[in-house]
């Protein structure tokens, strides 16, 4: 089949990690490179010299393409998404999709309407790790009850390979980082959740400038009652990460984000170690979800990680919000309507 042709609009840290996928992946072509800073817009030319460069949005409207990659800042997208749909161009989009729920809706409204596929980058779906999790509770330990979910990091965010704007961003750790955590256990449980009690709060010695710390009891549907913690100002440089899982017949335990995983049963003295594949991090993940996206625009399968369905997990992000500022419990069923 003749490849799809992207454009990538946004050049910054997130682009260089795309730019190899896409040109790894034969279904794929870059034909288009957008981004308003000429070093930006030099470097990515230099690592596709068949594409075509341009410094704002009207290159979408002269270009024959078949999709776009959005690896923008989630504020402003308002213009992009416009163009995007009056082109009538699928959108993968760097989550989240929005930094508040209304535009979010918004943004998933407008390319429904202009009946154009729009996916979302939750790569973490795709880890080998928790395709594995999910096994381990189909044929191991049975569904999980209840689960503590532990992220702690020092997050430079000065370093030069990593996007400035969470510096300034409210609420980074949330619309950033633990998006991500809330997408994997709607995906891991199989259920949405009902009603999230959180703290959010910034150490003395943070380098954001709003809250990089979260705190939350979240609820789901089907009882599963998960302990939440997520820090990008850890005051350590080592990173903490821990996933237990206590289900019927015993527990699973992952212990790093990309993976060592385990599991045992109630009367078991230690984890058995489940194997994983050799894994390259953010290559191999966004690498499954480009299959995915290629295949439902070629009408081989579903849309996964839509517009629509992100919406549940930045709706838990404003429920973290709003429960911080008020002190009370928020039923996410207050916030749809």
Avoid at 64 to 91: M, N, S, W
Avoid at 132 to 155: C, I, K, M, N
Wanted: some cysteine; charged content about 20%; aromatic content about 10%.
């Amino acid at each position: 089949m003749t490849p799809l042709r992207f454009i990538i609009v946004g050049l910054g840290a997130r682009a260089q990690y795309w730019i190899n996928v896409l040109q790894a992946n034969a279904d794929c072509r870059i034909v288009g490179l957008i981004d308003p800073l000429e070093a930006n817009r030099t470097r990515a030319a230099d690592q596709c010299p068949d594409a075509v460069t341009g410094a704002d949005l009207t290159l979408i409207d002269h270009l024959q393409a078949d999709a776009v990659l959005l690896c923008t800042p989630p504020a402003g997208r308002e213009v992009q998404i416009e163009a995007c749909c009056r082109a009538g161009l699928p959108i993968l989009a760097e989550k989240p999709l929005a930094d508040s729920v209304p535009r979010a809706r918004d943004y998933v409204a407008m390319a429904e309407s202009a009946g154009v596929p729009l996916m979302v980058v939750l790569n973490f779906r795709y880890l080998p790790v928790t395709r594995q999790t999910l096994r381990l509770f189909s044929d191991e330990v049975g569904q999980p009850a209840f689960s503590r979910f532990t992220y702690e990091r020092w997050r430079d965010g000065y370093l030069p390979h990593l996007n400035k704007y969470p510096l300034t961003m409210q609420h980074p750790m949330l619309w950033e980082q633990s998006i991500h955590h809330f997408d994997l256990m709607r995906f891991v449980y199989g259920a949405e959740p009902v009603s999230i009690y959180a703290r959010t709060f910034n150490p003395p010695w943070s380098m954001y400038a709003d809250d990089a710390n979260v705190s939350a009891i979240i609820t789901f549907a089907n009882g599963v009652i998960t302990e939440y913690q997520g820090t990008w100002q850890g005051n350590w440089s080592v990173p903490g990460f821990e996933w237990r899982h206590d289900c019927a017949e015993g527990v699973v335990i992952q212990k790093d984000q990309f993976g060592s995983l385990g599991f045992a049963r109630r009367a078991e003295d230690a984890l058995t170690e489940v194997p994983l594949p050799a894994y390259r991090q953010w290559i191999d993940d966004a690498s499954a979800l480009l299959i995915r996206f290629v295949a439902a625009l070629r009408g081989e399968g579903p849309l996964e990680c839509s517009g629509r369905d992100h919406l549940h997990s930045l709706q838990m992000v404003e429920a973290c919000i709003q429960s911080s500022r008020t002190g009370q419990a928020i039923q996410i069923a207050d916030l749809m309507t």
